[in-house]
Antibody
Framework: QVNLLQSGAALVKPGASVKLSCKAS????????IHWVKQSHGKSLEWIGY????????NYNEKFKSKATLTVDKSTNTAYMELSRLTSEDSATYYC??????????WGQGASVTVSS | IQMTQSPSLLSASVGDRVTLSCKAG??????LAWYQQKLGEAPKLLIY???SLQTGIPSRFSGSGSGTDYTLTISSLQPEDVATYFC????????FGGGTKLELK
C-alpha cells in the first residue's frame, strides 16, 4: 500500500536550517507529484509547494518561496524539504503528500519542527 | 481563493445527520475536496471533485454543492467520526478552509 514515511521531530535554533525527508513506498515514485503542507499548532493547513519527482521541477506558494527548498532523490524514492532562516513562526507540523488526480490522496505522518533557543 | 468553513465547532449526538459547510470566495467549478483529521493524525481524504467518495471511505459520508457553496454530510454520526474536517479548493492553486471541529454531544 502507498506509504509516505517522514523524518522525526526536530528542535532547531532560530536562524538555523532544517531538512525534512519523506520516503515513499508502495507506488512508482516518479509517477506522482509530492506536495508539502504546513500546519501550525491547532490551525489550518497551508500549501507550501510541490515537486515533480521525475523532472525535479518545483513550484512554490509565494509565501514560502524564500523559506522552503524542495528536492528529491530518485534512487531512494525520497523527497526533501529544507527550511531556512528559521523563526518561531516556522514552528509547526509539516506534511508531505502525494498528489493524485489533483487531490492529496496519501499523507505522511507529519514532522514536528520546533524553533527555540 | 479564500475558503470559509462553518460552523467552526459542531456538537452532535451519535446517529445524528450532520452537515458541514464550505464557502469559496469565487466559483471553484466543483474542484473541492474534504479531509478528516483525527487528533494527532495526518489528514485523510474523504471526498474529491465535490461529490466523489474516496476508496475505502464509509458511505455515510457524502459531498454536494456547486459554484461557491459546498457541503459535507454524515448521514448517521458514529463515535469514530469525531475529528476536524477541512475543505480544500484546487481550482486555482490550492487553499484550505479553517476547519470544522466535530464533537459528540
Amino acid at each position: 500500500q502507498v506509504n509516505l514515511l517522514q523524518s522525526g521531530a526536530a528542535l532547531v535554533k532560530p536562524g538555523a536550517s532544517v531538512k525534512l525527508s519523506c520516503k515513499a513506498s508502495g507506488y512508482t515514485f516518479t509517477d506522482y507529484y509530492i506536495h508539502w503542507v504546513k500546519q501550525s499548532h491547532g490551525k489550518s493547513l497551508e500549501w507550501i509547494g510541490y515537486i515533480n519527482p521525475n523532472s525535479g521541477y518545483t513550484n512554490y506558494n509565494e509565501k514560502f518561496k524564500s523559506k522552503a527548498t524542495l528536492t528529491v532523490d530518485k534512487s531512494t524514492n525520497t523527497a526533501y524539504m529544507e527550511l531556512s532562516r528559521l523563526t518561531s513562526e516556522d514552528s509547526a507540523t509539516y506534511y508531505c503528500t502525494r498528489l493524485r488526480a489533483y487531490v492529496m490522496d496519501a499523507w505522511g505522518q507529519g514532522a514536528s519542527v520546533t524553533v527555540s533557543s | 481563493i479564500q475558503m470559509t468553513q462553518s460552523p467552526s465547532l459542531l456538537s452532535a449526538s451519535v446517529g445524528d445527520r450532520v452537515t458541514l459547510s464550505c464557502k469559496a470566495g469565487q466559483n471553484i467549478n466543483n474542484y473541492l475536496a474534504w479531509y478528516q483529521q483525527k487528533l494527532g493524525e495526518a489528514p485523510k481524504l474523504l471526498i474529491y471533485n465535490a461529490n466523489s467518495l474516496q476508496t475505502g471511505i464509509p458511505s455515510r459520508f457524502s459531498g454536494s454543492g456547486s459554484g461557491t457553496d459546498y457541503t459535507l454530510t454524515i448521514s448517521s454520526l458514529q463515535p469514530e467520526d469525531v475529528a476536524t474536517y477541512f475543505c480544500q479548493q484546487y481550482n486555482s492553486w490550492t487553499t484550505f478552509g479553517g476547519g470544522t471541529k466535530l464533537e459528540l454531544k
